[in-house]
């Protein structure tokens, strides 16, 4: 699939009217063959064009672009030379990454944030997630405390959920516009659970789904663990593209589709109102079970919170829309508390899939989260001001250390998706770790391996004295000289 149009499995194609649609207005009015050659490469790096693509015939590239045949050769002989491309007589041009630019180390959960090279603990940018708000946990501690012995009466087997809890949740999202009763809520133990336990009911080994490209990394993962065949909807900096969205619906038909409509993960973009209808439609009419992340819908600093996607749906019309959430990005991930909004008869389901994995969740967390949410809308303020003032000191630090970099500042969320300019990101990543700075490079978020070369997802989630350590410290990789060989292997992961 080349963003929305797919010919066959084996024969991964993409159109010169697609191809030229997706280049930018400058490269269209004056197509010479450099600009169009970087402008090509420029889609393969965002993920825009996938990997392993035919690109189109020379002549039919031409005609689309207003351009000669000879400026198109030149630009295929550029990306050829530049290794983003290869071409075989009789078989086409096909796109690829240059040797050295595959991702580098391990996905893997564990660690945080590696050490200095003196032996002091480093910074940890691969979470985009804070600590507790002050005296936040000691209180709903206490407060739960006080319930406990009451419920430890009963063996404490609640594969539902704790039923007061899953009446909060129910109750705020019957606030937020989105009319729910318990009986559609199933508590889980975090956003990351409750997604694999519905790719779980949902799916099967070698199903077609779609992600947004790029996306997040742990969603992919629990994609790949499940054997399912990816492919993607892209979303750039000038956010979803839903034509193309809908194309790719229409013509892969696939089994799930898993989007983060509210300051996605990782780029920040907010999904407007009218794309959110066609993509309930579109996932309406071609039978697609829609999975919405509303992991960080919350955390909203320039524009009001959006309602849940599936409120917008007319009556009866978002019975296949699965909504998942957590406490984790609002208050800690270390209490893994999250849930699955669907219909009742799915809860039932997902409900039985989850016993047979654990069994159920955990009550004392479940209690502790109670309160939290039930203070949610009068803590929430506090958070976001620092979250806000955060971002600031990230940007600052940026424009003093690395003027060369690029990003578009998010309306909401917890990170930057940062342009570095080349395709250096893994490279970057392993200078940085070994100068005590973890972080999720841009090829973790990518559908296909080893796109988004060119990115860093930074969060502004820590302290602004140690953003501001932690960006000296990427300057000062980023400006070091020649890249870390590929064969070095790190475990790299993100949250």
């Known amino acids: 699939m080349a963003n929305g149009r797919v010919v066959r499995t084996a024969d991964r194609t993409i159109g010169s009217r697609q191809l030229a649609a997706l280049l930018p207005a400058e490269v269209l009015a004056r197509p010479g063959y450099r600009a169009l050659a970087d402008a090509v490469r420029t889609l393969i790096l965002d993920g825009r064009i996938a990997l392993h693509v035919r690109l189109p015939a020379e002549r039919e590239l031409a005609e689309a672009v207003g351009a000669s045949r000879a400026t198109v050769t030149g630009a295929y002989d550029l990306l050829r030379e530049s290794g983003y491309v290869r071409s075989r007589r009789g ?70 959920g704790l039923p007061d809890l899953r009446t909060a949740i129910a109750d705020r999202f019957t606030r937020r516009g989105l009319p729910t009763r318990p009986e559609q809520i199933l508590v889980t133990a975090g956003a990351q659970q409750a997604f694999a336990l519905v790719v779980s009911l949902l799916c099967r080994a070698g199903d077609r789904v779609v992600t947004e490209n790029p996306t997040y990394a742990n969603a992919l993962d629990a994609l790949r663990h499940a054997r399912l065949r990816t492919g993607s909807l892209a979303v750039s900096d000038a956010g979803w593209d839903i034509e193309i969205a809908e194309s790719t619906l229409r013509q892969t038909v696939p089994r799930l589709a898993y989007v983060i409509p509210d300051f996605h993960n990782p780029t920040g973009a907010l999904m407007p109102p009218e794309q959110r209808l066609r993509l309930l439609a579109a996932t309406r009419r071609t039978g697609t079970w829609l999975v919405v992340d509303e992991t960080i819908a919350d955390i909203a600093l320039d524009v009001p919170a959006p309602p849940p996607l599936a409120s917008l749906a007319p009556r009866g019309g978002a019975d296949h829309v699965v909504t998942i959430g957590s406490l984790s990005k609002t208050h800690w991930g270390g209490l893994r508390v999250g849930w699955v909004r669907a219909t009742a008869k799915m809860i039932a389901e997902l409900t039985s899939v989850r016993v047979a994995a654990d069994m159920t969740g955990s009550v004392l967390d479940q209690l502790v989260a109670l309160p939290l949410l039930a203070d949610l809308d009068r803590s929430l303020p506090a958070r976001l001001e620092q979250l806000r003032a955060r971002r600031e000191a990230l940007v600052a630090a940026l424009r003093r250390h690395t003027p060369e970099w690029s990003w578009q500042l998010p309306p909401g969320g917890l990170s930057l998706w940062v342009d570095l300019g080349e395709p250096v990101s893994s490279a970057l990543a392993e200078r940085a770790a070994a100068a005590g700075v973890n972080i999720g490079r841009g090829a973790r978020f990518g559908v296909d391996p080893g796109t988004f070369e060119h990115r860093l997802r930074i969060p502004y989630t820590l302290s602004p004295d140690r953003l501001e350590e932690a960006v000296r410290l990427l300057a000062t990789a980023f400006h070091d000289g020649v890249p870390l060989p590929p064969s070095v292997e790190r475990p790299h992961w993100v949250a």
């Not at 078989?91 to 630019?101: A, F, M, Q, V």
């Not at 005296?135 to 319930?147: K, V, Y």
């Open 91 to 160: 078989s086409g041009t096909w796109t690829e990454l240059p040797e050295g630019h595959a991702p580098v180390g391990a996905h893997m959960l564990g660690g945080a944030g590696g050490h200095s090279a003196d032996g002091e603990p480093g910074i940890d940018l691969a979470i985009a997630a804070m600590g507790a708000p002050e005296g936040s946990l000691t209180d709903a501690l206490a407060w739960a405390a006080t319930r406990l012995p009451r419920l430890a009466r009963n063996p404490g087997y609640m594969p539902f």
